[in-house]
Every structure is written in structure tokens, then in C-alpha cells.
């Protein structure tokens, strides 16, 4: 209900917000003359000219005239003849100041390059503004972030991402364990993720946030509930996407990191390019390993002696984790007929062990999964294409995933690895099974967009994804399913930019159609009884609209209020609608998840090229309908999925950074999230209806802090000790309204530290790190409260050699 | 003025966020009506919320709340959270549950002041559930079901005072042709035997055998001493044990009654109470007290005078598909008359909805007939043969699975 005041009483913000700003339009003087330029970074020279600088600010010093540059670095205003200093500055760069005498009349339009300031590996938690603010013109609601901080760190982007506000990483356990994504209270697959805005499943199923190392990525930003078409997603949680290097510079960055739990890391990610030829190769490669054999502290194990179950503390024994990537691409860019042309290819593939089930009292000591995945794709970029400001961009890829469930083990372990023999497969608890699935996709995307002037702009994008779901067993041939499922997105948006670009709205629309073909015999009397819905939906298509606008109205120069809202749809998924013809039984008349979903913030920022302040907050609502959930029907022992529950999140959200020079840095973030059941049956609530939904964290927060000094040791060298911060508040495992109180299932208030010391010399070429995770070896849990890992060192060593070509 | 508003935007923000941290930090004050566990006490099973939100909860209720038609059953600050230790399907004798747990035990619990409490506990992976089980006498359980491989029948006899085990292989005639797994389903002990149903079927169609089979095993040995078969139905009792409902009844003088009903991808249609004689070790072909093609006989339960409650599912009942719409009969076991109780039909999700406290004479069904309206208990009073009511039960639980008479606790 708050939320809901909050969010109109921003959108009454706004609205007043584009009154003022056309009264004062009205009023502009009719004795000025026009100055116009384009401001460009000398940043790289492989660029002639180099990169426009987005969104710099161009004034006459002292005066109130000025603009701010567009998203080509091109700026325009009016003011009166006279003697000025024109100065131009931009968050990361050097300040330019020079005189300037401007003439009535026309004056030339000026070509200004911005020198780049010296910037610090560390520096910036959140991309700096030349990214994130053209993110945050479309008024989506994003958290941009930069790797910067995390370069020197063995984190996994999945562990980043926790640090930000509004996200959750549910992980199981260590490195490579499994892991939920929630973004503002929405998870599982309601939420996408991306490489460079193509689909994550088309480099390869082995490739996950919780594997790929930081040092691959240049940033990644995530858009909360209302998503941008060109990522051609039924994303109706929101999308991760991860930003590789996407300029032209050589480099090599390499790293290798070693630490407790018999944890290696190593990642490489290099770039070479011939400026005279155009030709770029690019290849990036990581390989993870660990034991995870860390202390599990007061786990239940039967003593024989006492004839009972006692607490003790014991080593993981059987959750050993293996993954591997390489990827090469290569081609051209900046020539006549292409902006950029890459053709790529990759392999990689996982090994890892099985140690528990849901709970940490089930424990396996036998069973594996094994993954490996190739993938071939093909980019083409073209600005300008047959005509001026109509730009392509063009994806297509073939990929087949393969992963494997090994239960084969007729044990029963216990956590000091001892087992019984027993009658039973492990995880299933009935006969061997070597389950095989395979998932070969295509998938094509192209994106156009024109720019019809400043103020108004177009785009679409196609997405095709077409795939087929291969199950069998190695011991059981009776349990084999094939199915064929194709969905194609597509995406109108209009982008409009008024008053100066003060005010830019983009209203979209998505198309989504989605055809399947299964395998399943439809006719056997084993399905008939409970198939549900209509059987000519087996094979059928079906289509669905989506709609939503994204709106920024900027009040001062760093200052602005967003809002955005989308009617948005999760696709069925294959063996949810069609079952894998085996315990799962099909309905053929699921309809899609849907969901309402508003967003509503602001950000401001401040400061000077010393000292800097920022500031993000907002509020919002997710109203959710048809979750697809799989009902289980004990009494025949299948499954089958139902469009059943209802939910509303609403919630806020708040971040603030502050930076002093090079020395100090700071962040905080809050994140509070309600979630409540809504579901009706058949017209009736259910007896949980309004109540929270059970374990979920609803309150959690972050906190970094960062010191370090240049040139201590040496010209050159900079020290840096950094330190994080997490906190969870405690949540029920169950209904919170529900039980005995004093008995309740809670999963406790969790405070896990970081600390991270750094060495760099030879301008960051060369980097060495200690961290220190959760040294106060404070308990953290997953939801089901499985234990993950104490009190752990690492250390990295990093090399970054850059060259322009 | 642009730090004026800076300064009020990060204030507003903050406060906003302060005030929903301070009220989101708030303990929840749920009621928490203590039950007086002195008193004579059920236990009452009910499942609520959807995957992966589904939890499963076991209330203690007096008798004194159980009768009070003014009384209204909640779960707001009571009851035990049960659903990651042990699921329903479990035995009941003498206030304890015993089951093999979710987490790979074989235990014996109980529910006391909230909580779950697990008295006695061992590795256990020999079984996968006890939803076959037959008592040989007070301490001793037997409980039956397939191997992982699922064509192999075994069997673990439970000393429930010390939970030490014998464990054994049962011998099953051959597969016939196009079968290749086997399952069990009802047990029951008389006098130094073992009638265990069974049922055999195919892992690729998973059509079953037709015919009920019942072993009849020498319970010291577990030699099968005899195969019984019937063509008339397929299930000896519930079909998955004794999970769902209370399927077989031996009463006072030995005789033994078996609803047999329609199961699963049976293409049988018919369901039947059927008798072995005390004594006997085959059906008695002359009784067939209960049969109807329409009318499925879901569950009995013993009244102690020579009548039952019987528990009938007719779909023609219900609206919405629900092939579990309910009714409840007094039944007398030799002439099989049949008096429909005025309690109402209709079935939102209810298991084994019925708790028979003989001593006093009384039996407590409990419906979950409407989803839209209040449900309640109804007491039937064996002596007086009348129905009334008691407790409400709000409507809106996914299942109330089970009803146990515990007695004092």
C-alpha cells in the first residue's frame, strides 16, 4: 500500500517535472546565437577521432549556458554573444577548459577531445557513468556493475551480483554448487541471462554465473522486472547481462588463484587487433577446481554406542567440482561493410559430485553429474546500413548442451564417510539410472534500429530459439522422451527524447509465440487418464502479447526520477507442458506465467572530480499470476504442472557511494522485499492467502569499503585493503503465521565479511591478492539450510598487459 | 536549490526505507493458544500451500476443542512443522508415529507442546516408506514393500521399544510374461499369519496384473505358506498401503474385511468389501457386503460393534472433476446395510479423515468438503447412533490428511 502512494506520488513527480521543464522552455531568449560541437575521447586511438563521450556536460563557465551532450557526444545551446570559458566535463575524464569568443551569428561547430583521468582498477563499484547513464536514459530500472572492484578478487560473477541491491544468490554451497537468482523477488526461470545480450544457453549449458570468473567480464548489469526488447526474453523477473570487452584495444589479462578447500582458478581473457587490416581475435578461457571439502559444523551422525544421533562436526567428502571453458572468435572490424564481423566457437564441460539432497541430513556419497557443451555462433554489426542511422545487429548460433544425472550407487553415507549397503539408488531411491539429456538449440536474433533525429527513434528485434529436449536412460530405455519446442519474441520500441533530453519515454510492445512437438504417444492409456487439456495443444502453437514503457525525466544534471512498467510472460518450458513421459504427466492447456510488474526510482549524484556521492533508490511492485508449479499426485505417484499460485512483491530498495580521490571508497545498499500469496482456487483462497511467503529473505543489505594509497612502494604501485559486508535477516523456512512459534524453522540472521588486501605495480600490470572470505567464520546457509563454507583464504595472482594496436 | 533537493529526495529515501525496516523487523505476534496436552488429544494432519511452498503441519486438539461446535480450528501459532522429517502414511500406535523418515531413518515420533519429536531413531534405507506394515503384537512391527529394483519383495520386522531389526527377502511366485515389477499394498497379522496384498505390473505400460494377490505368510519364518487371488479386484485394502485410507478391518472374532476397489490403469471398475473367515485363509465367496460400479469404497474403520464407518468416493457428488467426493456410511459388517450419516459430501482434499475412539465409543470424521465455506468435525455416537457437530475447520487447507485419536499424551 505504501509502495503504491510511492509510486504515484512519483509519477505526479514526473508529471510536474515536464511542466516546469516546458514552461521553461518557452522562456528562452530570443538574442543568443547557437554553439554546437561534438565531444569525443582521445582514449583510444584506434578509433579515428575516438568515442563519442555520451552525456558529457558543455557549459560556459561561470553562466548558466550549457547542455548536456546526447548519446553521439553532440551537444547544442544557445547563449549570447560574448567572451566565455567553455568547459566540458565528464565523470572519468580530465575537465577541458578553454576561451572561447562566441560571435553572433553562426559559429563552427567545435571538435573537442576529452583527455581520460587516470583511473584505478579499483576505484568505481558501479560502471561509470558513461555506461550506466545511458542505461538509466531509457528509464529502465538497472543496477549496472562495473568488475573493476572484483578484478584482483577469485569471485564468481554470481557472487558480485549478491552484492547489489534487490538480488538474491540462493547457492547451495561452494564452488560450482547449485544456485537460484532472484531479482526483486522473482526467480528460477523467470529470470534470463545474457552474454553480450545473446542468450546465455547459446554459448554452451556448462557456461553459468556461478562458474564464469569475473575477469571475463567488463561489467554486467541487470534489468529489474521491465526489460529492454533487444534481449528478446519471456524474462518476467529480469535479465542478467554479462558485458565482455567489446573495444578494440590489445590485451591480455591472466589470473590464477589458489586457496582453501583445494580451490584453483584461472581465467585468461586476451584481445588482439590489426588496425590496418581491421582482423580481431579474441579468446577466452577459464577452469575452475575444488573439493569443497569444508567443515560442515554440527551435523547429525548415528553413533551405534549410544544408539543414537549426536552432533559433529565433519569434512564434506564427496562435493569434488570440475569446469572448464574455451572460446575463440575472430574477424574484422571497422571495415567498409561491417562494423564488426566474428565468427566464434566454443567447448567446455563440468564434472561435478553430488553430496546432499534438500536437506544436509540426506547425503550422498556416490552420485555425479557430468555436462559438456559446444557451440558455434556468428555477430554482425553494420551503424548506418543502406541508409544513415539505420543500425543492424545480427546473432546466430548453434549450440548442444549435454549433461548427465549418475545415480548408480546402492549406498547409504553418513558425513564421516562411512556407508552402508543398501537396496536402493541413492538419490532416487530405486533402481540405477545413468539419465542423459541433451538439448541441441538454434538460435537467431537480429536487431534493427533507426534514428529517425535526436528526439525520436525505432527499433525491433527478432528472436527465434528453437531447441528439442532429448531424454533417455543408459539403464532403463523404457523412460526415453523427445521434444521439440520453438519460441520466436519479437520487440517494437519507440524511443522519444524531449526538452533537451530531459524527458526520453520507450513504449514497447512483445510479441510471443511459442510451437511445440512432442514425442508423446498421446494415445497411451497410461497418459490418457491425466493428460489435461486439449490434446491438439501437443502439437500446437500459441501466442501471446506483452507491453510496457520505461520513462526518465532528468531534473538536474545527475539528478532523476525513472518509472517503468511492464505486462510481461514466462514461457511454458518443455517438460512442463508436455512432461517427460515418464513421472511426468503433460497438461497441454498451461498457459504462460504473467506478471504486472512497476518499477519507480530515482538517482542523484554529486561531487567533484574529488570527492563523489551517489545515490539510487526505488520501489516496486511485482503482481504475479499463473505460476507454473509442479503438483505432485501422490496417491498415482506422478507429477504434473499447474498454473496454481498468485503473488504480489512489493517492495524498496536503496544505495549509496561515496569516493574521496583515489584513496577512499564506500558503498551501502538496503534491500527490503515483500512477498505475499495471492492464490485463489476455483474462486476460493487458499488458507494462506495475504500471508508472507515463507523462506524467503526479505530484508538484506551490503556494505564495501575501500582504502588504498598510489605510489607507496614505488611510481607505480598502489596498496588497497577492501572490506565487505553481507547481511540476511533471519527468515522461516515454512509459513511465517503458521505453527508453534517456539518450534519454527528459521533460518538465522547471517553477517559474512570479506577482506581483501592488494598489491599492484607497474600500473596494474601486475597484481597480487590476498582474501580473506568470512573470516569471522560466522554460519552462512542456503534456504533449505544447508551449511556452505567457513572461513576460507585465497590467493591471485594477475597480470594485465594492454597495448594500443 | 539543486542541494536543497538533493538533500530532501536522500532524507525522504532514507526515512522511507528506515520506517520499512523498523516495521518489517517487528517479531510476528502470532496467537499461541498452548494446548493442554493432560488432556485426551488428537493429532491433526493438514498440508497447506503450493510447491515449493507447501508445508506440512500436525496440530494438537483436545477433545474438549474437538467436540466445541463454537470452536475453530487454526493453525496461527500452532502446531509442528513436519514436512522435512516425515510425511503422512505413517503408523500410529500408542501416541507414536512410527515411519521411515525423508531423511533416510527409520523413527519413532511423536507431537508434544508444537514440536516434532523423534524418541528413537536409525539408519534406515532397507524400505523406502512403511506404508505396508501389520502389527505381530504390541511391540512388534513388520512393514513390507519392493527393493530399489522393484522386482523383489522384503520385509524388516521393528522391535519399537528398541528399534533393533530383522531383516528379510519374502518369496513371490515368478513374474508372469510382460510383468517385471512388484509392489505391496495392505498387511494384516491373525494368529501367527501374515496376509500381505501385492500387486505386480509392467515398467514400460505400467498396466498391472489382473486380480488381487494376498501372500499369506508364516509371520515367525515369512515363508509364504499360500498365494491367494481373486479376480473380482485388484487392490487387498488401499492400494498404496495403508497411506491414503484405513483399507482392511479384522475384527473381534478374527474375521478379516478387505475394501477392494478399482486401482490404478487396473480396467477394473467394481469395488467390493470382501471377507476372509476367521480361520480362513481364502475370501469367503458367499459375502460380498459392499458392491458397486459406480460407488468406490474408500476406507473402513472399526467401530467395535460389529459395525464400521465406511468411507464411500462418488465423483456424480461433486462438481469440478474430483473423483474423491465423499460420504459416510454406518455400516453393519455381517449384513452389509448401509446408513448414509448427515454429514456433507464433497471432498476438497481429505486422506484418512477418520479417528475411532472405541473406549468411549465415539468416532470423529472430519471433511473438508467446501472450499468457500466452514467445515467441521462430526462426531458419530456409537451408542446413541447420532451425528454432531463439532469443531470448524476454516476452509482454504490444500489437505487435511490425517485425524489420530492419541489419548492422553
Known amino acids: ?805 | 536549490m539543486k542541494q536543497n533537493i538533493i538533500k530532501l529526495l536522500s532524507g525522504l529515501t532514507f526515512l522511507a526505507i528506515a520506517a520499512a525496516f523498523l516495521s518489517a523487523c517487528k517479531d510476528d505476534n502470532g496467537t499461541d493458544p498452548k494446548v493442554d496436552t493432560s488432556k485426551d488429544m488428537f493429532w491433526l494432519y493438514s498440508r497447506i500451500g503450493e510447491y515449493p511452498d507447501q508445508a506440512d503441519l500436525i496440530a494438537e486438539v483436545t477433545r474438549e476443542d474437538i467436540e466445541d461446535p463454537a470452536f475453530t480450528f487454526t493453525l496461527k501459532g500452532n502446531g509442528a512443522e513436519v514436512q522435512q522429517k516425515i510425511t503422512y502414511g505413517q503408523v500410529l500406535k500408542d501416541g507414536y508415529y512410527y515411519c521411515v523418515s525423508k531423511d533416510q531413518r527409520f523413527g519413532k515420533y511423536k507431537i508434544k507442546n508444537g514440536q516434532l519429536i523423534a524418541e528413537m531413531e536409525v539408519p534406515y534405507t532397507r524400505l523406502y516408506n512403511s506404508f505396508s506394515f501389520a502389527w505381530k503384537n504390541d511391540h512388534t512391527l513388520v512393514i513390507f514393500g519392493p527393493d530399489g529394483n522393484g522386482d523383489k519383495l522384503v520385509y524388516s520386522e521393528i522391535n519399537t521399544n528398541t528399534l533393533d531389526m530383522k531383516n528379510g527377502e519374502l518369496a513371490i511366485p515368478a513374474f508372469p510374461a510382460g510383468y517385471d515389477r512388484v509392489r505391496t499394498q495392505e498387511a494384516v497379522y491373525r494368529d501367527g499369519k501374515i496376509f500381505l496384498g501385492y500387486q505386480v505390473y509392467n515398467s514400460t505400460a505400467y498396466n498391472v496384473q489382473p486380480g488381487l494377490r494376498v501372500l499369506v505368510l508364516d509371520a515367525s519364518t515369512y515363508q509364504a505358506e499360500k498365494t491367494i487371488t481373486d479376480s473380482r479386484s485388484d487392490n487387498f485394502g488401499d492400494g498404496n498401503g495403508g497411506r491414503f485410507q484405513s483399507g482392511i478391518l479384522k475384527d473381534k472374532s478374527g474375521n478379516i474385511y478387505v475394501s477392494a476397489s478399482p486401482g490404478y490403469n487396473s480396467g477394473n471398475t467394481t469395488s467390493y468389501l470382501l471377507r476372509i473367515n476367521s480361520g480362513a485363509t481364502e475370501f469367503d465367496p458367499s459375502y460380498e457386503g459392499f458392491k458397486s460400479s459406480s460407488i468406490k469404497l474408500s476406507g473402513i474403520w472399526d467401530l467395535g460393534n460389529g459395525k464400521a464407518i465406511l468411507r464411500t468416493d462418488d465423483s456424480a457428488l461433486g462438481t469440478g472433476g474430483s473423483t474423491f467426493v465423499c460420504e459416510h456410511n454406518v455400516f453393519e459388517l455381517s449384513t452389509g446395510k448401509k446408513t448414509k450419516l448427515d454429514i456433507p459430501a464433497g471432498d476438497s482434499g481429505s486422506q484418512m479423515n477418520v479417528a475411532v475412539d472405541q473406549e468411549n465409543g465415539k468416532a470423529y470424521i472430519m471433511t473438508n468438503a467446501s472450499r468457500s465455506v466452514n467445515n467441521n468435525i462430526y462426531i458419530y455416537s456409537i451408542s446413541a447412533e447420532t451425528v454432531t457437530k463439532g469443531m470448524i475447520i476454516p476452509p482454504g487447507y490444500n489437505w487435511l490428511l490425517r485425524l489420530d485419536y492419541i489419548g492422553s499424551n
Open chain 1, 1 to 805: 500500500m505504501q509502495i503504491s502512494k510511492i509510486l504515484q506520488t512519483g509519477l505526479v513527480c514526473i508529471a510536474l517535472s515536464i511542466l516546469s521543464a516546458a514552461g521553461a522552455q518557452a522562456q528562452e531568449k530570443s538574442n543568443t546565437t547557437t554553439l554546437s560541437g561534438r565531444i569525443t575521447s582521445a582514449e583510444d586511438e584506434a578509433v579515428p577521432a575516438g568515442p563519442p563521450v555520451a552525456y558529457a556536460t558543455v557549459g560556459l563557465k561561470g553562466t548558466g549556458y550549457g547542455a548536456v551532450c546526447n548519446a553521439e557526444g553532440e551537444f547544442s545551446f544557445k547563449a549570447p554573444p560574448g567572451s566565455y570559458t567553455l568547459q566540458v566535463s565528464y565523470v572519468g575524464f580530465k575537465t577541458y577548459e578553454a576561451p572561447l569568443k562566441l560571435a553572433a551569428g553562426n559559429n563552427a561547430p567545435l571538435k573537442i577531445e576529452l583527455q581520460k583521468a587516470k583511473m584505478d582498477l579499483d576505484e568505481v563499484t558501479i560502471v561509470g557513468k558513461n555506461q550506466t547513464q545511458q542505461l538509466k536514459e531509457a528509464g529502465f530500472n538497472v543496477n549496472a556493475i562495473e568488475t573493476k572492484a572484483y578484478q584482483n578478487t577469485t569471485a564468481n560473477l554470481n557472487q558480485v551480483l549478491d552484492q547489489t541491491s534487490g538480488i538474491r544468490v540462493r547457492q547451495s554451497g561452494g564452488l560450482g554448487s547449485n544456485m537460484n537468482f532472484s531479482i526483486n523477488g522473482l526467480s528460477g526461470n523467470a529470470v534470463k541471462y545474457f552474454v553480450d545480450g545473446v542468450p546465455i544457453e547459446a554459448m554452451g549449458g556448462v557456461m553459468t554465473l556461478n562458474n564464469i570468473p569475473v575477469n571475463l567480464a567488463k561489467s554486467i548489469e541487470v534489468y529489474k522486472g521491465v526489460v529492454p526488447i533487444d534481449f528478446g526474453a519471456d524474462a518476467m523477473g529480469g535479465v542478467v547481462n554479462v558485458v565482455t570487452n567489446s573495444g578494440v584495444r590489445n590485451y591480455l589479462d591472466a589470473s590464477f588463484g589458489t586457496g582453501s578447500f583445494n580451490t584453483q582458478q584461472a581465467a585468461v581473457s586476451s584481445q588482439y587487433s590489426d588496425n590496418s587490416t581491421g582482423f580481431l581475435v579474441k579468446a577466452n578461457g577459464f577452469l575452475n577446481y575444488s573439493k569443497n571439502n569444508y567443515i560442515m559444523r554440527d551435523v547429525e551422525i548415528y553413533d551405534p554406542a549410544l544408539k543414537k544421533y549426536v552432533l559433529r562436526d565433519h569434512r564434506r567428502f564427496h562435493d569434488q567440482y570440475f569446469s572448464a571453458l574455451g572460446m575463440v572468435e575472430a574477424g574484422f572490424v571497422n571495415k567498409k561493410w561491417a562494423d564488426l564481423f566474428l565468427i566464434g566457437g566454443s567447448y567446455s564441460k563440468q564434472n561435478n559430485d553430488i553430496q546432499t539432497g534438500t536437506t544436509q541430513n540426506i547425503l550422498y556419497g556416490g552420485a555425479e553429474r557430468q555436462a559438456d557443451s559446444y557451440s558455434v555462433s556468428v555477430k554482425y554489426k553494420k551503424d548506418n546500413l543502406f541508409i544513415k542511422n539505420l543500425n543492424a545487429n545480427l546473432f546466430s548460433s548453434f549450440s548442444k548442451n549435454n549433461f548427465s544425472i549418475i545415480d548408480t550407487t546402492y549406498r547409504q553415507y553418513f558425513w564421516d564417510g562411512s556407508y552402508n549397503v543398501t537396496n536402493r539408488a541413492e538419490i532416487s531411491g530405486g533402481a540405477r539410472s545413468i539419465r542423459h539429456y541433451a538439448r541441441p538449440t538454434n538460435t537467431a536474433r537480429a536487431n534493427l534500429s533507426y534514428r529517425l533525429s535526436d528526439a525520436h527513434a525505432f527499433s525491433i528485434n527478432y528472436q527465434l530459439n528453437a531447441f528439442s529436449n532429448d531424454v533417455y536412460d543408459e539403464l532403463n530405455s523404457n523412460t526415453a522422451s523427445k521434444d521439440y519446442i520453438t519460441k520466436q519474441i519479437i520487440g517494437f520500441a519507440y524511443q522519444q527524447s524531449l526538452f533537451n533530453d530531459r524527458l526520453s519515454n520507450t513504449p514497447f510492445l512483445k510479441y510471443y509465440g511459442i510451437k511445440l512437438k512432442t514425442s508423446l504417444d498421446v494415445n497411451n492409456s497410461y497418459y490418457s487418464p491425466y493428460m489435461v487439456g486439449d490434446i491438439a495443444n501437443a502439437n500446437g502453437f500459441q501466442s501471446n502479447w506483452a507491453y510496457g514503457i520505461a520513462s526518465r525525466f532528468r531534473i538536474t544534471e545527475n539528478t532523476g526520477i525513472k518509472a517503468s512498467y511492464e505486462y510481461t510472460y514466462r514461457l511454458q518450458e518443455p517438460d512442463e507442458l508436455l512432461g517427460n513421459g515418464y513421472t511426468v504427466m503433460p497438461n497441454f492447456d498451461l498457459k504462460p506465467e504473467n506478471s504486472n510488474n512497476y518499477n519507480l526510482g530515482f538517482y542523484l549524484g554529486n561531487g567533484s572530480q574529488r570527492h563523489r556521492f551517489f545515490f539510487e533508490g526505488s520501489g516496486f511492485i511485482r503482481n504475479a499470476k499463473d505460476y507454473i508449479q509442479p503438483f505432485f499426485r501422490e496417491a498415482l505417484g506422478i507429477t504434473q504442472y499447474q498454473n496454481t499460485a498468485s503473488v504480489s512483491i512489493k517492495g524498496i530498495e536503496g544505495e549509496v557511494r561515496y569516493s574521496f580521490d583515489q584513496l577512499l571508497n564506500f558503498s551501502i545498499n538496503a534491500s527490503y522485499q515483500n512477498a505475499v500469496n495471492k492464490t485463489v482456487k476455483d474462486g476460493n483462497k487458499e488458507i494462506t492467502y495475504g500471508f508472507k511467503l515463507p523462506n524467503r529473505p526479505w530484508i538484506f543489505g551490503n556494505a564495501a569499503a575501500n582504502i588504498g594509497k598510489n605510489d607507496l612502494f614505488g611510481k607505480g604501485t598502489r596498496i588497497q585493503f577492501g572490506w565487505s559486508f553481507q547481511y540476511i535477516h533471519w527468515f522461516y523456512l515454512t509459513w511465517s503465521d503458521f505453527g508453534d512459534p517456539s518450534h519454527k524453522s528459521v533460518i538465522p540472521s547471517q553477517s559474512i565479511h570479506n577482506l581483501l588486501l592488494t598489491y599492484s605495480f607497474k600500473d596494474s600490470r601486475y597484481n597480487v591478492s590476498l582474501e580473506c572470505r568470512n573470516p569471522t567464520n560466522g554460519l552462512a546457509y542456503d534456504n533449505f539450510k544447508l551449511q556452505k563454507p567457513g572461513r576460507a583464504f585465497f590467493l591471485k595472482l594477475r597480470v594485465f598487459l594492454t597495448k594500443q594496436s
